[in-house]
Structure formats: C-alpha cells, structure tokens
C-alpha cells in the first residue's frame, strides 16, 4: 500500500464520529480476541486442529469476558492518536484480568480442560495484540497530519526540556524531531524519547542528510553564558535558530512546552543578569502608598508588575493613554489574585504635567514613593517634535517634583538616561534638564528625597532596535543601522526596573545613579547575529 493510499484511509478514519470508532475497536476486538485464544491452544497443544477441540462457547465467553474486561478498565474511552506507555498498562492490566476470568470460568463452569501455560500464553499473545493494533492505529493516525510537510528540526539538549519538547513536538502538526544535539558524551549515540542523540559537531551533516531547517533549543537550565557560546557556534549554519519558554514559565502555565518561539535578544548580548539586592527591593515599598507614573508604558508596567510583588498598600497607576491603564490593571489584578496579595489598584488617567491633578492625587491618597517614567524617550521623534518633549520630559518631572514636595512624599525617583551625559540631542537635553530641576529641588527639600536613575537601551521596551531588527527580517530587509560603529549598552526590562527600586532605597537625596551595563554592544553586530540565527544571510 503506498503512503497516498495510508494517508487517504488514516484520513478517513480521522474523520469517523467517536462513537463510530468506538464500536469499531469493540468489533475487532470481539473477533481479534477469539482468534489469538485459539492460537494459543494451537501452540500448547501442538496443532491447529486442536484449536478446534473445545466447545464454541468457550470462544464466545472469552471474547465477552475480554471485551468487557477492556472497557471496566477505560480501554475504549482512550483517544487513539495520544495513546502512549499508559495503554500499555491498562492493556496489561486488562488482558490479566480476561485471563484470569477465562481460566476460572472454563475451571468452574466449561471444564474443556485448558492447562494454565495455554492460558499464559494467551495472556502474552492478547497483550501484543491489543497494545501493538493500537500502536498501528496511532501511526495511521498521525500520518493523516502529512508528516512530509512539517518542519524537520533538531532539538538542542537531550535533557528534561528536551525529552518534553520532543514528545510535544511529535504530538503537534508543525515540527517533526529528527535528532538531539548534546554536548553530553554519555547521551551521545543513545536514542532518547525515539530521536537518536548526536554531538553538536555532527550538525553539519544533519543538515544534509536529514534535511534540517531548524535547531530548537531546549537547555532552560545553563547559563546566559553557555547559551551565548552555544548560539556563537551555530551562527555559521544555514539554520533558523529558536529556543523554546523556561521551565519556570512552563510550570506557571505562561508557556506551554511546543511554544516555540525566536531566540531571546537576551542571549544575543551574552551578559547575566545583575542579581538584585533583596534587603533593598521593597525598603521603599512595602507596606507604603506608591505611584508610578508613565504606568502604562514598557519601564512602567514592569515597575508595577514588581512592586505589586513586594505588597504595598497601596498601588497608584497614573497614565494618559486609556488603554495602556486598562491592560496594566488588568494584569495587575490577575497577579494579585494568582498569588493571593491584598492591595488597593487605583488606576488614574491623567499626565503628569497637570500640576495641580498630581498635587490632588498625592495628598488625597497618602502617596510616599513615587517613581516617575512618564516621559517621551524616542530620539527621533522627540527631534521632529522638540516643545512636545520640552514639555512632557521637563514640565511634567518638575511640577510632578514640586506636587511630591508639597505632598510630603518620601521618596522621588525619576527614571533618565544615559543620553543625558553631554546631550548631543533634544532627548538627552530634555532630561537632563529634568535631573537638574530635581537636584534644585533637592536643596529646599526637608523631607522628600529626589534621584534620579540613568541607564541605556532596554531590551524589548517600546523603540529598542531588537523588535525593529526583528520585524525587518521577517519582512524580508533591508535591516537598518544608522552607522556601523554606533555601540550601545543594553539591559533588561526585569533588571532595570529592580534597579531601580534598589536605588530609590539607596537615595540620600540628588543622587544620580549610573546603572552597570557591562560591555557596550555594537548594532551592527547584533543585527548581524539576528540575521544568522533566524537562518538567513
């Protein structure tokens, strides 16, 4: 039968009601059944007419018996195409028990005189019968799904995640698994969950012989380090490189296992984390009124989402597009009941440059920390639209200060860049502006502390060249660098914001605090890398 012909009947079969498959497997299992017992008397006995010696009934009481031991046991209630080593225990199970009824009823009631080795040995013939047809059932089954049409991959780590991806894969329609890579020389050349194990090095070859597009990789457990040097040396294939969620996601029911996705820019740049100082998080936070400003926004929304965690009493969210705050407080109040925290969300439309709203807000609901990241960051655009960021990056910091002063707020961090180190453009200036207002202030200030946090490019936030890259590649290019020697520090989102909670712990009052970025990156270099890991040139 050609592989046409099997897919056209696995299709029908697909197609078929439940309950049309159901009866289907009944049916053959009533006949099935009645013919390995008889074989089994064949083998005992030594002939195929001995098979034949022994009353009817006794075939039809075991296909009864079988049948119905099968389904006291949820056999038939299985779906066929995700049957796995669970049916294999309830085939067992299944198949010892219409033994065991078989046996007593021809001891008890028949008497033909069935010896106990024929009917061990219709115990092991029943058991590779019913496990081995589904087995075949299953198979048909999922080349219905036209397996020369999904994608062939290779999957990176024989581990854990490996093991799960690789099942969940051969589950799905859109990838199929045709080998580990492990650096492991203990997994090499073992098969794991049925795809043989390779070192990387034998890539190359892969690639030819087995048609590879694609290495996903499954290693949530090494280091951002180790992923760097792993990605470095699969940039010189001709393969899309992706990486599948962390395991903490997978638990938390974020992710799911097949949920692949591109590599993290995170990876691309090679830098671990700063780990943050937790006697510092929540010094300013909890227990305490805090407002955030720019709530909305990529650094804002994150600040919420971790000072939601350290359970102020109270969380303001200030911002002036309307749907941004709704999709914040949304997702605020899912993670407040996910982990059973107790704070008041007050979501407040409005800008911070309305002086006398922000002043209200502060003294109506007791406000003690605030962290300003309202602000218009966009270079380009700030450039084209200069009094428009005059007036939202430098107004609105200081009649947001000057409320926070009046208010007898504890603690005023505003969120800056490092382009505000000898700003050479009208964003950079702006800022600046803003940082030296605060430290004015700073100086008739009694009780309110002000600083200010300076950092560079964030990774994924709203305007970083990461989801620009990346939408240029999947256009197809051009990808654009404004010059091929600009460099850029880059951070997280997560970490800058932890960053600057710990700095709002550390003020004194006017302090400006230089984050540590590490290395500076080039644009070109990681457009470059973007380029090779999604498989292109």
Same mark, same amino acid.
């Given at each position: 039968m050609s592989t046409t012909m099997v897919e056209r009947c696995a299709h029908r079969i697909g197609r078929l009601p439940r309950a049309v498959k159901r009866s289907i497997a009944i049916a053959a299992d009533l006949v099935a059944i009645p013919l390995v017992f008889g074989a089994a008397l064949a083998l005992r006995r030594g002939s195929a007419a001995a098979a034949l010696d022994v009353t009817p009934w006794l075939y039809l009481c075991v296909a009864a018996v079988s049948v119905g031991a099968f389904a006291l046991l949820g056999m038939y209630r299985?779906?066929?195409?995700?049957?796995?080593?669970?049916?294999?225990?309830?085939?067992?199970?299944?198949?010892?028990?219409?033994?065991?009824?078989?046996?007593?009823?021809?001891?008890?009631?028949?008497?033909?005189?069935?010896?106990?080795?024929?009917?061990?040995?219709?115990?092991?013939?029943?058991?590779?019968?019913?496990?081995?047809?589904?087995?075949?059932?299953r198979e048909l089954l999922r080349a219905r799904r036209g397996r020369g049409q999904r994608e062939r991959v290779v999957i990176y780590g024989a581990g854990a995640?490996?093991?799960?991806?690789?099942?969940?894969?051969?589950?799905?329609?859109?990838?199929?698994?045709?080998?580990?890579?492990?650096?492991?020389?203990?997994?090499?050349?073992?098969?794991?969950?049925?795809?043989?194990?390779?070192?990387?090095?034998?890539?190359?070859?892969?690639?030819?012989?087995?048609?590879?597009?694609?290495?996903?990789?499954?290693?949530?457990?090494?280091?951002?380090?180790?992923?760097?040097?792993?990605?470095?040396?699969?940039?010189a294939y001709p393969v899309h490189v992706r990486t599948v969620p962390d395991i903490a996601d997978i638990v938390a029911g974020h992710a799911a296992v097949a949920d692949v996705r591109e590599v993290d820019a995170n990876d691309l740049l090679g830098r671990d984390p700063v780990p943050p100082n937790e006697a510092l998080l929540d010094a300013c936070i909890r227990d305490k009124v805090v407002m955030v400003s720019g709530a909305g926004g990529s650094i804002g929304s994150e600040l919420c989402r971790q000072i939601i965690c350290l359970r102020p009493k109270r969380l303001l969210l200030l911002e002036m597009s309307e749907p941004a705050l709704y999709h914040i407080e949304r997702e605020l109040k899912a993670i407040a009941a996910s982990q059973g925290i107790e704070v008041e969300l007050v979501a407040l439309l409005g800008n911070a440059h309305h002086r006398n709203r922000v002043r209200e807000i502060m003294q109506k609901y007791g406000v003690q920390t605030v962290y300003h990241a309202a602000a218009y960051k966009h270079v380009p655009i700030v450039e084209q639209n200069v009094i428009e960021g005059i007036h939202n990056n430098i107004f609105s910091s200081w009649y947001a200060a000057e409320a926070a002063l009046e208010s007898r707020v504890e603690t005023f961090v505003l969120i800056s860049t490092d382009k505000a180190v000898n700003p050479t453009n009208v964003m950079g200036a702006t800022k600046r502006f803003a940082e030296l207002t605060l430290q004015a202030l700073q100086e008739r200030s009694t009780?309110?502390?002000?600083?200010?946090?300076?950092? /560079?490019?964030?990774?994924?936030?709203?305007?970083?060249?990461?989801?620009?890259?990346?939408?240029?590649?999947?256009?197809?290019?051009?990808?654009?660098?404004?010059?091929?020697?600009?460099?850029?520090?880059?951070?997280?989102?997560?970490?800058?914001?932890?960053?600057?909670?710990?700095? /709002?712990?550390?003020?004194?009052?006017?302090?400006?605090?230089?984050?540590?970025?590490?290395?500076?990156?080039?644009?070109?270099?990681?457009?470059?890398?973007?380029?090779?890991?999604?498989?292109?040139?």
């Open positions: 299985a779906v066929f195409r995700y049957i796995s080593r669970d049916a294999l225990f309830a085939a067992s199970a299944g198949v010892v028990l219409s033994s065991v009824l078989v046996g007593l009823l021809d001891f008890l009631v028949i008497r033909s005189g069935i010896s106990f080795r024929a009917v061990v040995i219709f115990a092991a013939f029943a058991l590779l019968y019913t496990f081995g047809s589904r087995m075949v059932v995640g490996g093991v799960l991806l690789a099942r969940s894969l051969k589950e799905g329609g859109q990838f199929v698994p045709v080998a580990f890579l492990d650096s492991d020389p203990a997994l090499q050349r073992s098969v794991v969950a049925g795809v043989k194990v390779y070192p990387p090095e034998a890539l190359p070859q892969l690639i030819d012989r087995k048609r590879v597009s694609s290495v996903l990789l499954a290693i949530p457990s090494c280091s951002r380090r180790q992923r760097q040097a792993i990605l470095k040396s699969l940039e009780g309110t502390r002000f600083c200010m946090v300076r950092f /560079g490019n964030v990774l994924e936030s709203s305007g970083s060249v990461v989801p620009l890259f990346r939408e240029q590649i999947k256009r197809g290019g051009p990808v654009t660098v404004t010059h091929r020697d600009v460099i850029r520090y880059f951070m997280t989102i997560p970490e800058a914001s932890q960053l600057v909670l710990q700095a /709002g712990s550390m003020a004194k009052g006017g302090d400006v605090f230089v984050l540590d970025m590490g290395k500076p990156v080039k644009i070109e270099d990681l457009a470059r890398r973007m380029i090779h890991l999604m498989g292109l040139t």
